[in-house]
């Protein structure tokens, strides 16, 4: 065992040849899995992911073979004894999406002949007129994307303004909280505003639908080589109205299925066509009907290009901040882990979003197919295993974090293109919608392990990175490996550049997501006494954050074979009040 892997918290960039280049950015970057693989195997060894997710692991096993330098610099100051060369991969997962992609990895095409046939694909579809637009000076140009604004009314006056209008200021550029109506200068928090709903007739459905009335706001677009913006204006409602009677293709509708996200936003939202505005999911149309035409490992490879930018840039879950000292919008993606709209939505030039992405697939192909490891995909669930006992050299894996995102609901955005959806009576979350609480997901994690420990050789280690702000979920993680057979040898944290949308925006989430190394055999038994734990990790870590401090207790509660007792806003506070007492004496 590689210890050293475990003595310091693991970075995990998230930029590097393969950051969200196939699926969503993945929790963990192939680059520090690939340093785990290595650490823990020796050439021609396999490595299992019982939670492949988009591929990440089987990424990491293929690049042992050609590790990049950065890789290679960090086994060098951890001291790892580490011997280069081709792994392979044995990945398993229910989602369909997250399947998918791991396939064409497996199976990538040739990288030229891609590159030729998107190129083809994209150049007929710029032919279209359907982001076309005016330029400030009245000329001809092309929307790279328009900002929507969603529509309010004045509780004191009756007016209607949209929310671009009432809730974005100029000096400074900020998008606030709160705001003010253009007509009446009342003030106050977004919520004493209405929104504002209209029906229209949905000629896909055949039927009325109620939804959030928007208007376009801001278009940026481009002449020639030269980017511009302007506010919108009737050009841009003539020419979403033309859009508009443009017929849906000839297709069935394809129902969403809610669970835990819907909310207030989500208004008339009832299936796939109405999280696009009408000009995306007609170009979305367009680009998968070329995509079937396209034979093999080169369709595959176009569909997963396509859907690779759909969930984060094609919906109108597209969004735009307002970072400190700018004087625009900032445009970025979809939020990820959940399906929220913002109030100002933004709809992105598809085919000019794909043309971008395109040279970075084709890098990712031509490194891929370079490689001597295999990937083999199993889209099942692992609660059952199809492989022999004692077949598998090292584990690693990032299970579901118990009720921090419900994936099938998320990824049906991108699976109902595929055509059909995850099963979601496998899955294993917690998820009120479908009837699992914690004794439910603590039960089928317990049969995922028992499986892990049963295909795992003699004397092979399992990688867990896992996330929960819940000590319930924490101890049912502990229990589920300990029923199974395995102890926790070492702890550590993985330290992340970037925080995920729910890291940042909750004040309970944690910081440092512990990194586990676990092996066969009886883990000790669960003691009290974690609250001493926590003392002690405040006392070594007197100038870290207290989310950090809390993975720290969690990694040694695990270690030590300690009950988790305290949830991270209930330890936040308790830490914060050491901190006090310690300033004060």
């Known amino acids: 065992m590689n210890e050293n892997l475990y003595k ?9 040849l393969f950051y969200n280049t196939f699926a969503y950015p993945a929790k963990i970057s192939p ?85 030729a046939a998107m190129d083809e694909l994209l150049r007929e579809a710029c032919l279209s007129d359907i982001y076309e637009s005016i330029d400030p000076f009245g000329g ?34 900020a998008i606030s909280k709160s705001g003010k109506c253009p007509h009446c200068q009342l003030e106050g928090p977004a919520s004493c505003f209405s929104y504002q709903m209209e029906t229209c007739f949905d000629t896909l459905l055949g039927v009325s639908v109620t939804r959030r009335k928007r208007v376009p706001a801001k278009v940026y677009g481009k002449t020639g080589n030269k980017n511009w913006s302007r506010e919108a204006n009737d050009s841009d409602i003539q020419k979403l109205a033309e859009i508009d009677r443009i017929p849906y293709p000839d297709m069935k509708p394809k ?3 809610w669970g835990e996200l819907h909310r207030g936003c989500h208004a008339g939202i009832t299936h796939l066509h ?19 035409q396209l034979s093999g490992r080169l369709g595959d490879a176009a569909k997963l290009l396509i859907l690779s930018y759909n969930a984060a840039h094609s919906t109108l879950m597209t969004r735009v901040v307002a970072k400190k000292g700018s004087k625009d919008f900032v445009l970025t993606g979809a939020q990820s882990g959940v399906l929220y709209i913002s109030s100002l939505p933004v709809e992105k030039n598809i085919f000019t979003g794909l043309r971008r992405k395109l040279p970075g697939f084709v890098d990712a192909f031509s ?28 584990v690693f894996t990032d299970p579901p974090f118990g009720d921090f995102i419900p994936y099938a609901e998320v990824n049906q955005i991108n699976e109902l293109w595929l055509g059909e959806p995850t099963d979601r009576g496998s899955e294993i979350i917690v998820s009120p919608s479908q009837g699992k609480e914690v004794k439910q997901y603590q039960e089928m994690m317990s049969q995922v392990f028992a499986e892990m420990k049963r295909v795992m050789k003699d004397g092979a280690f399992a990688t867990l990175v896992f996330h929960s702000s819940k000590a319930a979920i924490w101890n049912a993680l502990r229990s589920a490996f300990a029923s199974a057979g395995f102890h926790v040898v070492a702890a550590s944290s993985l330290e992340k550049s970037q925080a995920s949308f729910k890291q940042v925006v909750s004040d309970s989430s ?39 401090i809390y993975a720290a207790y969690i990694s040694r509660c695990l270690e030590r074979g300690a009950l988790i007792e305290m949830d991270s806003k209930v330890a936040y506070d308790y830490i914060k009040k050491k901190k006090e007492i310690k300033k004060d004496g």
């Not at 310091?8 to 590097?16: D, E, I, N, T, V």
């Not at 591929?55 to 042992?64: E, N, S, V, Y």
């Not at 006056?157 to 200021?169: A, D, K, L, R, T």
């Not at 990194?515 to 001493?532: F, M, V, Y």
Request: proline residues 6%; glycine residues 8%.
């Open 8 to 16: 310091k918290p693991l970075p995990s960039s998230r930029a590097g």
């Open 31 to 115: 680059e520090s899995v690939a340093l785990c693989i290595a650490a823990h195997t020796k050439l021609g060894d396999v490595a299992l992911d019982v939670f492949g997710g988009s591929g990440t692991t089987g990424i990491a096993a293929l690049m042992c073979e050609h590790p990049e330098e950065e890789i290679k610099t960090r086994a060098d100051k951890l001291e790892l004894s580490v011997e280069w060369g081709a792994r392979s991969a044995i990945l398993i997962e229910i989602g369909k999406f997250g399947a998918f992609a791991s396939e064409v990895m497996a199976n990538p095409p040739d990288p030229q002949e891609f590159y």
């Open 140 to 173: 001809a140009g092309v929307m790279r994307h328009m900002i929507h604004s969603d529509m309010l009314k004045c509780p004191s006056c009756g007016n209607e303004f949209s929310y671009c209008q009432g809730m974005v200021s100029q000096n400074p550029f």
């Open 255 to 257: 129902l969403i299925q």
């Open 274 to 292: 109405h999280f696009y505005t009408k000009r995306n999911f007609l170009a979305m149309s367009w680009l998968w009907e070329r995509a079937e």
């Open 367 to 394: 490194y891929l197919g370079k490689c001597n490891g295999h990937i083999t995909v199993l889209n099942q669930s692992s609660q059952s295993i199809p492989l022999p006992d004692k077949s598998v050299d090292y």
């Open 510 to 548: 944690v910081q440092g997501d512990p990194l586990l190394l676990l092996a066969i055999g009886d883990a000790k038994e669960a003691s009290p006494g974690s609250i001493g734990i926590l003392d002690e990790a405040i006392q070594e870590n007197p100038n870290e954050t207290d989310r950090k």
